[in-house]
């Protein structure tokens, strides 16, 4: 017999069972008195069961991740959940409006978590999620992309030794998994002090759409949604032939002098390195010094590079996840484009 859920409180507001409803967070005002808010939406299923967050653009310009959202509110289970859905679309609303990855205080709200009520800005705000969002839910999903400059491949980082995060990771299906380190001060660190698993999917770039990356992050959503149970879709049960890339390294090759960047292959095409294999040339654009040859320090997946063609001695080049089970990797990351290949239904509700 089906359990009937119980009303669910959230921002000063109550949400009854089978409804779908859009709370305000009260955020602190702009400098120009501008009143600001924090939209979320509450999808409270008529039956008990899990509590899921999923948020988007803890960095302003993470624009990828807001359209992740956008299209899992298209999809036609979403007023028939088990348990609750909450989704909040864009955290970071001051940086948002500036189309900047930080808060006005030029700090960065992913090494705010768990905030303070009378701190900065930032901590404020942090504060915020934390008390309305995180500590209500039993899972978590915060959608991410590279930075400015760089994309990555999708993936997930999960602290694999949170009670359950494991499991979910595995079922989201993404090609990499990096049981990565706490970051101090972010919002994976706040839920896994709590407890709650969290997954953070990282794919494409800063300002940009990438539509392999917001088809795969919507499907991982909707794959965890369906091992939660807390959606019922038949297609979602199909098991990939091939299984995800879990490492502990990963690494960031820098460029060690200044000038033109030239790779040396299609490198999304094969998207693996082995260990001291030449993957980049760096040119001297004056065409004084000879070029300098940029190797893998060890065999693994590219799963992040830069989109710049010119680059300081220092800059971050590409980033390689360590690994040895090279073979199976292109042909799994071949499956997940075929399998979400299908032409973009536009719905208008």
Request: hydrophobic fraction near 40%; charge should be positive; charged fraction near 20%.
């Given at each position: 017999?089906?359990?009937?859920?119980?009303?669910?409180?959230?921002?000063?507001?109550?949400?009854?069972?089978?409804?779908?409803?859009?709370?305000?967070?009260?955020?602190?005002?702009?400098?120009?008195?501008?009143?600001?808010?924090?939209?979320?939406?509450?999808?409270?299923?008529?039956?008990?069961?899990?509590?899921?967050?999923?948020?988007?653009?803890?960095?302003?310009d993470e624009l990828n991740s807001i359209e992740i959202?956008?299209?899992?509110?298209?999809?036609?289970?979403?007023?028939?959940?088990?348990?609750?859905?909450?989704?909040?679309?864009?955290?970071?609303?001051?940086?948002?409006?500036?189309?900047?990855?930080?808060?006005?205080?030029?700090?960065?709200?992913?090494?705010?978590?768990?905030?303070?009520?009378?701190?900065?800005?930032?901590?404020?705000?942090?504060?915020?999620?934390?008390?309305?969002?995180?500590?209500?839910?039993?899972?978590?999903?915060?959608?991410?992309?590279?930075?400015?400059?760089?994309?990555?491949l999708p993936q997930l980082r999960v602290n694999l030794?949170?009670?359950?995060?494991?499991?979910?990771?595995?079922?989201?299906?993404?090609?990499?998994?990096?049981?990565?380190?706490?970051?101090?001060?972010?919002?994976?660190?706040?839920?896994?002090?709590?407890?709650?698993?969290?997954?953070?999917?990282?794919?494409?770039?800063?300002?940009?759409?990438?539509?392999?990356?917001?088809?795969?992050?919507?499907?991982?959503?909707?794959?965890?949604?369906?091992?939660?149970?807390m959606i019922s879709v038949p297609s979602l049960n199909?098991?990939?032939?091939?299984?995800?890339?879990?490492?502990?390294?990963?690494?960031?090759?820098?460029?060690?002098?200044?000038?033109?960047?030239?790779?040396?292959?299609?490198?999304?095409?094969?998207?693996?390195?082995?260990?001291?294999?030449?993957?980049?040339?760096?040119?001297?654009?004056?065409?004084?010094?000879?070029?300098?040859?940029?190797?893998?320090?060890?065999?693994?997946?590219?799963?992040?590079?830069?989109?710049?063609?010119?680059?300081?001695?220092?800059?971050?080049?590409?980033?390689?996840?360590?690994?040895?089970?090279?073979?199976?990797?292109?042909?799994?990351?071949?499956?997940?484009?075929?399998?979400?290949?299908?032409?973009?239904?536009?719905?208008?509700?």
């Amino acid at each position: 017999m089906p359990i009937k859920n119980e009303p669910f409180k959230i921002g000063g507001k109550t949400i009854e069972p089978g409804t779908h409803e859009i709370v305000l967070l009260p955020a602190p005002d702009l400098y120009t008195q501008t009143k600001m808010n924090i939209p979320i939406h509450v999808f409270h299923g008529k039956q008990a069961g899990p509590k899921l967050f999923v948020s988007s653009a803890i960095h302003g310009d993470e624009l990828n991740s807001i359209e992740i959202i956008r299209r899992l509110h298209q999809k036609n289970w979403i007023d028939n959940i088990k348990g609750t859905l909450i989704t909040i679309p864009v955290v970071n609303i001051y940086g948002f409006i500036i189309q900047s990855r930080y808060l006005p205080d030029n700090r960065d709200l992913n090494r705010c978590f768990p905030g303070s009520r009378a701190g900065s800005l930032a901590a404020r705000l942090a504060h915020l999620i934390t008390k309305e969002i995180i500590t209500q839910c039993q899972f978590g999903i915060d959608l991410h992309t590279g930075g400015y400059g760089k994309i990555n491949l999708p993936q997930l980082r999960v602290n694999l030794e949170t009670p359950g995060a494991k499991q979910i990771s595995k079922a989201f299906e993404a090609p990499v998994i990096i049981d990565a380190k706490i970051r101090d001060g972010s919002l994976r660190q706040a839920a896994s002090e709590l407890g709650i698993p969290i997954l953070v999917y990282e794919g494409g770039e800063a300002l940009r759409f990438n539509e392999l990356c917001i088809r795969m992050g919507v499907r991982g959503i909707e794959k965890v949604m369906n091992y939660l149970k807390m959606i019922s879709v038949p297609s979602l049960n199909k098991k990939t032939e091939f299984k995800p890339v879990i490492t502990q390294t990963s690494r960031w090759v820098r460029a060690s002098v200044s000038g033109f960047l030239e790779p040396v292959k299609d490198i999304t095409a094969s998207f693996t390195v082995k260990k001291n294999e030449i993957i980049y040339y760096i040119h001297d654009p004056f065409l004084i010094n000879p070029s300098v040859p940029v190797v893998a320090p060890f065999d693994g997946i590219l799963i992040g590079l830069t989109n710049l063609p010119v680059v300081n001695e220092g800059d971050a080049i590409c980033h390689i996840a360590s690994t040895k089970k090279l073979k199976n990797v292109h042909a799994y990351i071949d499956e997940l484009k075929s399998e979400i290949s299908a032409p973009v239904l536009k719905i208008i509700k």
